[in-house]
């Protein structure tokens, strides 16, 4: 439970009390919310990212491009429910195929139309998906494509990137976000658990693998191919701050694979929306199979994996027991999947353009703006996401993010908040197709409002990226 009789320069100390306290003076409403949730939640809380001190913010409604929290406080909203909102909130296409489909039903036990012409047109846009399969999240739809490529390859171990988050399942909860004291070696990643409770073998069964460093990469699978089922990896590392894959580094993982006969899976959760058809078209690399989820639900629950036809019939029920069940009642829910096809027919190649366009813009004015206020920030992404990194070196990896120095961006983000702005309390962000120019410049303007507090804030410690080692400098 918040107490309510320690304030915020008890808790947080004059130096970093006045955007609490700023934050706290404009979100009573809020912060009452969090204290009541907090009796039936454990910390008040059911999406752990969310959390954020002195306590979360609660929502009423979003309309378009805005949300409004309990207090009433209007704010731009930048995150897309972490990208998952691509057209906003309350898009009138969407809203109306939803309540066409709640009128004939939420769920059937059968096959639906909807299941046949989403499926349809997934493998119409994305060149690599020949079968489609339905989930209910991009957690589920990374599982079963990780089952069906030990089943299909007869191997056992998993190699993930270092960094990456592939959903909330055993195997891929390792080295999401390991400290600088527990992830080894930069060239040879330490296998470390993301959470408490997994199985005493997933270490064992998972090979962490760094991002953006072809040779290490390269020599870490040859030493291990014959044992490798899959390299699952995010062609832009969402949650480590929104990092795009060099391409010759995505070709290199594509000739590799391809030669020790290992596939190569793409979480495109997140980075599906760079491209029409997706970051593999962008890049120009096929993977054997690919991971849906997010914007692809049209803000409903929903996950995709696809891809070769081969692989995908390990699934396939028809002729005999499938070599990997798939059971799950809310599979291929109509509502889910008619919201997801209206996202995909708003989702142009008109609007994707757009939103690439508006992306570049925002990060390059963003930079701007930092440096202005003598701030060092790299500001990264890719198409229509950006993340923020208070730091010197260019981040290309989750070890150079981890120099970030995240009091700074704390401030960042709750005066953001002040200024009607909000972003991913962990410095993130997207657009969406109901963003227009005016938005992305107010956006800008509430940054150069904002930099030059946390620069006076930062001035005292002489501003330096953390090391490797957590600290200052190097």
């Not at 489609?132 to 056992?156: I, K």
Request: hydrophobic content about 40%; aromatic content about 6%.
């Amino acid at each position: 439970m918040i107490d309510s009789n320690i304030t915020e320069r008890d808790r947080y100390g004059p130096a970093v009390a006045e955007p609490y306290e700023t934050y706290a003076a404009v979100t009573p409403a809020s912060r009452r919310c969090a204290a009541q949730a907090a009796a039936y939640l454990p910390g008040g809380d059911s999406r752990t990212p969310l959390f954020h001190a002195p306590y979360p913010l609660a929502f009423e409604e979003g309309h378009g491009c805005r949300v409004v929290d309990l207090d009433g406080n209007e704010l731009l909203d930048f995150t897309g429910n972490h990208s998952s909102l691509i057209h906003g909130y309350g898009h009138p296409r969407l809203l109306e195929a939803v309540a066409d489909q709640l009128r004939k039903g939420t769920a059937f036990p059968g096959l639906t139309r909807p299941q046949v012409e989403f499926a349809r047109q997934l493998c119409e846009r994305v060149e690599s998906l020949e079968l489609v399969r339905f989930t209910n999240s991009g957690t589920e739809a990374t599982l079963q494509a990780v089952r069906a490529a030990r089943a299909y390859t007869g191997r056992h171990l998993l190699v993930k990137i270092e960094g990456g988050y592939n959903g909330s399942w055993d195997e891929v909860m390792v080295s999401t976000h390991p400290s600088a004291e527990v992830a080894g070696d930069l060239e040879r990643p330490a296998a470390v658990p993301a959470t408490e409770g997994l199985a005493p073998q997933v270490e064992s069964t998972v090979l962490v693998l760094p991002f953006n460093e072809e040779a290490a990469m390269r020599r870490l699978l040859e030493e291990r191919g014959p044992s490798i089922a899959a390299v699952i990896v995010e062609p832009v590392l969402g949650s480590a701050g929104m990092i795009p894959a060099d391409a010759d580094y995505l070709r290199m993982l594509r000739e590799v694979t391809q030669r020790l006969g290992i596939l190569l899976v793409f979480d495109e959760v997140i980075s599906f929306r760079v491209a029409y058809g997706g970051a593999q078209e962008h890049y120009g690399v096929s993977p054997d199979l690919t991971c849906l989820g997010k914007a692809i639900g049209g803000g409903l629950p929903l996950g995709v994996v696809g891809g070769r036809s081969d692989i995908m019939a390990v699934f396939d029920p028809s002729e005999h027991a499938p070599r990997v069940p798939h059971p799950g009642s809310y599979n291929a829910n109509p509502l889910s999947l008619v919201a997801g096809a209206v996202s995909l027919e708003l989702l142009t190649q008109g609007e994707v353009d757009r939103l690439n366009r508006h992306g570049d813009a925002l990060r390059s004015e963003l930079s701007a703006a930092f440096a202005e206020a003598g701030l060092a920030v790299q500001v990264t992404g890719l198409g229509s996401l950006f993340g923020i990194h208070f730091v010197r070196r260019p981040v290309k990896s989750y070890r150079d993010a981890l120099r970030s120095d995240k009091d700074l961006r704390h401030r960042l983000f709750l005066g953001l908040i002040g200024e009607g702005v909000l972003i991913d309390p962990r410095g993130t962000g997207c657009l969406s197709t109901a963003l227009g120019e005016g938005e992305l410049a107010a956006f800008v303007r509430a940054v150069r409002k904002v930099a030059p507090s946390v620069a006076e804030a930062d001035g005292p410690r002489g501003h330096e990226p953390l090391g490797s080692d957590g600290r200052r400098g190097g």
